[in-house]
């Protein structure tokens, strides 16, 4: 770490210890949030609640034509499923409401004024045909797309280029948009907690439009000024966003916020597995992993998209996974619970670069969360599954076979692929088994092996082990002649659990119905 970043982050450390930490996660509903949105999310969350702070949900949707319907619900519902309650947001009536920003519209065109009477901002009347026009005639080989900045606007339609009276006439027939008048000299240059000093070449920026003429304001000017309003002491967001800083970082300036300008931290990309680029949702579908926290259906093309609570993936391992990438304790600690990562977590140790997803790992956790639940709690995730198989039994028996198959599983689900035979009887024998163990005699074998099983009082795994063991021994037999076909009988399968195990869950009169089928199938 260098020695700017030291200081800056101990200046921040000091100021935190006496300042109310305010921070928002800021979506825009366009769809369904991405992994890498939900661990925005955590970040702003962990950070928070380390600070004793508040986390707020704030709804960017002032740009109408990307609007998604659904897409806000389904934010809510992921943060909801991850854990991540916000204490200011829709539909909770905080000191800052509303915090949809559609809702704000009328708040923003004071700031707009502002901007236009101080200078910072101009009018501008160009249509996209226009634009398009001058991106023609200016473009050269080492600029191929010009754009709308400090150079070409003098050869625009706006109120720096028309005349008063021209201006006024186009702004009264009221299709305008407002555009920030960059300085096109000098580097912007601001602090961010994880990249430290971070400096911008004003003469590449752009004037970008702040405001449009039906009163909406755009991302830049809306998310600027309602983090002003809203109190926000840190801004803690993708590293998509590192680009726009400049423009928001000036915007302080303009509006004379300086002295309560957030502090930014721009979080690195997730990576697809081999490291190559960002991770998107094709990568998910290519490789088969789901990249959205919970299913998606788009309204539009009526696509589905897979999430990780629906893929199985618990919400506590879902988290503690995203928590890791891009984030690292210092120590080998791997598994956290949410108060262990509050208590962990700082901004100091979130990694500049990007980090690679790896589902296989992903799973890795689900499988130690699933490790370290009680029967019951496993028995409760399980029922639902086998409801929807059609599958109806007793907790009592649920719970056991979750405590018997806990080592075999990555997902609920795996419960009833693994253990299927626990809720029905085989319709098929494992075929290498049966050609390799069943011979002529073991018809004889297995049918005075039932009968004296039979005559069994205690069928618990104990005792049915030394039954099985006693048998073989008073028989002449060997173990392999009895206990893998003994296994495939009840089980049809030759992976699992103990087979005493098996049969005295399964009860005696089960065990012996399943002997009785297989043995006059195998003939
Ligand atoms: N609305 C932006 C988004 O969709 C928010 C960026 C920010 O946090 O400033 O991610």
Redesign the pocket.
């Known amino acids: 770490m260098g020695r700017l970043l030291r200081s800056l982050l101990a200046r921040n450390n000091a100021t935190l210890k006496n300042m109310s930490v305010r921070v928002?996660?800021?979506?825009?509903p366009?769809g369904p949030q991405h992994l890498g949105?939900v661990r925005?999310a955590l970040y702003n969350y962990l950070f928070a609640k380390k600070n004793k702070g508040v986390f707020i949900l704030r709804i960017?949707d002032t740009d109408q034509n990307r609007y998604v319907p659904g897409a806000e619900q389904y934010i809510i519902d992921a943060l909801h499923w991850c854990g991540l309650d916000f204490e200011e947001g829709p539909g909770i009536n905080g000191a800052y409401a509303p915090y949809r920003q559609s809702e704000r519209k009328a708040m923003y065109r004071k700031y707009a004024d502002q901007l236009i009477e101080s200078g910072n901002a101009y009018y501008a009347f160009d249509t996209p045909q226009e634009i398009e026009a001058m991106r023609e005639r200016l473009k050269t080989k080492e600029n191929p797309a010009p754009q709308y900045d400090h150079v070409t606007r003098s050869a625009m339609k706006n109120s720096l280029t028309l005349s008063k009276e021209g201006t006024e006439r186009l702004v009264a027939e009221g299709k305008y948009v407002l555009r920030a008048k960059m300085p096109g000299v000098g580097d912007i240059t601001f602090q961010d907690l994880i990249r430290e000093e971070v400096s911008f070449p004003a003469h590449a920026l752009d004037d970008k439009v702040l405001f449009k003429s039906d009163g909406m304001p755009t991302?830049h000017l809306a998310?600027v000024v309602d983090?002003y309003l809203m109190k926000i002491t840190h801004?803690?967001?993708?590293e998509?966003?590192l680009s726009?800083t400049p423009l928001?970082v000036l915007l302080y300036k303009f509006f004379g916020w300086e002295n309560v300008m957030p502090q930014f931290a721009h979080l690195p990309l997730i990576l697809r597995p081999d490291g190559n680029g960002k991770l998107s949702k094709r990568d998910g579908d290519r490789l088969g992993f789901p990249v959205f926290p919970l299913n998606w259906k788009s309204p539009d093309t009526g696509e589905e998209s897979k999430g990780f609570r629906e893929r199985g993936f618990l919400p506590d391992a879902f988290v503690n996974m995203l928590a890791l990438l891009g984030w690292n304790p210092g120590t080998e600690q791997e598994i956290f619970s949410m108060d262990e990562l509050i208590a962990a977590f700082s901004i100091e140790r979130i990694g500049k670069s990007g980090s690679k997803f790896d589902f296989e790992k992903a799973k890795w956790f689900n499988q130690q969360y699933l490790h370290k639940k009680s029967a019951q709690e496993l028995a409760a995730l399980l029922q639902p599954v086998l409801k929807q198989n059609g599958i109806e039994r007793e907790n009592a028996f649920v719970e056991q076979v979750c405590d018997k198959l806990r080592d075999r599983v990555t997902f609920v689900e795996d419960f009833l692929t693994a253990g299927i035979y626990f809720f029905k009887r085989p319709e098929s024998y494992d075929e290498k088994t049966i050609a390799k163990r069943w011979n002529p005699e073991s018809k004889t074998v297995f049918e005075k092996l039932m009968s004296e099983l039979a005559a069994l009082q205690d069928f618990s795994s104990a005792a049915v082990d030394k039954f099985v063991h006693d048998f073989v021994a008073e028989n002449n037999l060997g173990l392999g002649d009895v206990l893998p076909v003994f296994r495939v009988l009840l089980s049809g399968v030759t992976q699992g659990p103990a087979v005493f195990d098996i049969a005295a869950l399964l009860g005696k009169e089960e065990t012996m119905e399943r002997m009785k089928l297989g043995v006059e199938k195998l003939g």
């Open positions: 928002r996660f800021a979506p825009s366009t949105g925005t960017e991302y998310n983090d801004v803690i967001r993708g998509e966003w726009s928001h």
